[in-house]
């Protein structure tokens, strides 16, 4: 045999092991899913990147295929039962995919943290901060931020102007949270066209995440590309960028007079995270990691939330009349603001929140969980080492719990026995990990979507798909 023929059959002889080893002698060998998938993490990347992140739909074409656990990857399973899903997210014992989140680039944040132990003593340091006694004390925070939204919105409107609903609820989330965290207000909800390059930024950079997330050597070429080049291929950075150097010299100013932040307008996250009690010491690089995911968590889920339930609202004439004649019964008075404890106390309203929460779904990717010792989910033995996850939508569009789940259906929340669904709304994920701001989401929501039904005239609905 020639020296290039003994190379081929060695490279046939390695390939034929590879894929022997992973289609049949793998530990999920046992679990079905697509060959392709249990060959190579690449399978995922494919919908993720050249289908733009058609990979839920796929996932639901796949359950229904092999059924309720599907090996979508050599090492990772995705689940579609109830069961599953509470076993995955309630378990203390199962920690973040580091792999996965280190494609956020914010490792020292709460919510890029993937050690247990390190995530319970972050969020036990910045949970005051969100706690429900505390956003009714800052509620006139928010309230302010909603007022100045709904103001500019309505000029907007009634000068004939075509308004991005989903651009204007962004800005007003965004302007919240900075607010609310750090007491600095960056006139997001002012800003022409609800397009401030922050915001801008950070909604159009998602993308790079997925980019980042299955190809890791693009962390370092994107932030030590030179500026000029970053924002030429990347322009929407710029702004994301910029925001990150504003914030960061806000925590470099604090850092260097720490007292300042007894002259603020209020409680900030910073006076918790840089209170020597806690003793933990957060560095500046950590400081900005925290603030940058606070800004991130806060302004998605809510602003998706608000933009489906404004179009239903709109779309739909029924739900647009009860809604409004909930809100002018309650709040005969516009003059003096509905606090936030009578809006919860709305059942349409809240009915229609939780209805657009289902149907937005909070985040829809599958967010991986790592199994540390052998466990039953979902009715599977699933070995240690395995990644597991499972989409939010299964459980949002679970036709046993919801009967016609794609239908947006707030009265589906007010008949009899309808508060056990609420077992089931899990846009703010469950259990140890789930999310720390969901009183402050909360109440956003209620005000944000209370006071725009009440106090915004003729608003209608424009060349939407």
């Not at 059942?347 to 229609?352: D, E, F, G, R, S």
Request: glycine share 6%; net charge positive; charged share 20%.
């Amino acid at each position: 045999m020639t020296g290039l023929g003994l190379v081929a059959l060695t490279l046939l002889s390695l390939a034929t092991y590879f894929i022997a080893s992973r289609l049949y002698f793998h530990p999920l060998s046992h679990v079905p899913g697509p060959p392709l998938a249990a060959l190579t993490g690449y399978y995922v990347t494919y919908y993720d990147l050249v289908k733009d992140g058609h990979i839920l739909k796929h996932l639901e074409q796949l359950h229904e295929k092999y059924g309720r656990v599907v090996r979508i990857g050599p090492n990772k399973l995705h689940f579609s039962s109830l069961e599953a899903y509470d076993s995955i997210y309630r378990d203390p014992r199962f920690p973040k995919e580091a792999w996965f989140y280190a494609a956020f680039t914010v490792p020292q944040s709460l919510f890029g943290c993937t050690d247990i132990k390190a995530a319970k003593e972050r969020a036990a340091i910045v949970r005051p901060l969100f706690s429900r006694k505390k956003v009714f004390q800052l509620e006139n925070v928010v309230q302010q931020v909603v007022n100045r939204f709904v103001s500019s919105l309505s000029k907007r409107s009634g000068a004939g102007d075509i308004i991005n609903l989903y651009r204007g609820f962004s800005s007003v989330t965004m302007e919240v949270i900075t607010t609310y965290c750090f007491a600095k207000a960056y006139h997001i909800v002012e800003y022409p066209n609800f397009e401030h390059p922050a915001m801008v930024g950070f909604q159009d950079s998602n993308f790079t995440v997925f980019i980042m997330q299955h190809f890791p050597f693009m962390r370092i070429v994107l932030f030590n590309m030179p500026p000029f080049i970053r924002n030429r291929f990347a322009p929407a950075a710029a702004g994301r960028v910029l925001f990150f150097q504003t914030l960061e010299d806000q925590i470099t100013e604090i850092l260097a007079n720490p007292s300042s932040l007894e002259n603020g307008e209020h409680e900030t996250v910073y006076h918790h995270m840089l209170n020597p009690r806690n003793g933990v010491k957060f560095e500046k690089e950590a400081l900005k990691q925290h603030g940058i995911s606070l800004v991130a968590a806060g302004t998605e889920t809510v602003a998706n939330t608000c933009t489906m339930a404004a179009f239903h609202v709109l779309d739909n004439k029924e739900i647009g009349r009860k809604l409004r004649a909930e809100l002018v019964d309650a709040w005969p008075e516009l003059e003096v603001p509905l606090p936030l404890e009578k809006l919860e106390k709305l059942p349409y309203l809240t009915a229609v929140i939780q209805e657009a929460l289902r149907l937005s779904h909070g985040v829809v990717s599958p967010l991986p969980r790592i199994v540390t010792e052998d466990a039953l989910i979902g009715g599977v033995l699933v070995p240690k080492g395995t990644v597991v996850a499972m989409s939010q939508t299964f459980v949002h569009l679970n036709r046993d719990i919801f009967p016609n789940p794609k239908k947006f259906d707030p009265d589906r929340w007010l008949v009899k026995g309808a508060g056990d669904m609420s077992n089931y709304l899990v846009a703010f994920s469950k259990g140890q990990r789930s999310c720390i701001g969901v009183n402050l989401a909360w109440a956003e929501l209620y005000l944000i979507l209370g006071n725009l039904f009440r106090k915004a005239e003729g608003l209608k609905l424009f060349d939407t798909v």
